[in-house]
């Protein structure tokens, strides 16, 4: 039978390489986010100089009409403090804003009806 002490080198450099490992795969906290909900909506992509702003998109799972576009739209304005730059209501339902706080941004994405935000890119063709 083989010992080794944690003194020996052989020993230690496999335990320090595992808890460097687990602190990068889920080895949890207990505190899931900053937000003040427990399950915000996906943030997707990052901010640009190239693109500015945010589309904020409604949940998919249901039929908008665009009277409930506008209003809720309209209400989600008015309580986070931004303007709408565009509304869509076809293809995806939501709106997109070229400037939102921090603050609204985090509380968009902990509204029931938004099913992700994102921020505008710059796409080129080929």
Do not use: H
């Not at 390489?17 to 915000?40: I, K, Q, R």
């Amino acid at each position: 039978m083989i010992s080794q002490s944690l003194s020996d080198p052989y020993c230690v450099i496999p335990i320090a390489a595992t808890l460097f490992f687990l602190s990068f795969v889920g080895c949890s906290t207990g505190v899931e986010n900053d937000l003040p909900c427990s399950d915000p909506a996906p943030l997707e992509g990052s901010p640009s100089e190239e693109a500015e702003g945010v589309f904020v998109i409604y949940q998919g799972d249901r039929e908008w009409s665009e009277d409930e576009i506008e209003t809720t739209t309209s209400e989600l304005a008015s309580k986070y403090g931004f303007d709408v730059r565009s509304t869509y209501r076809y293809v995806l339902q939501g709106f997109g804003v070229n400037q939102l706080s921090a603050e609204a941004l985090d509380g968009l994405r902990c509204e029931s009806v938004v099913e992700y935000v994102s921020y505008n890119a710059k796409v080129e063709a080929f």
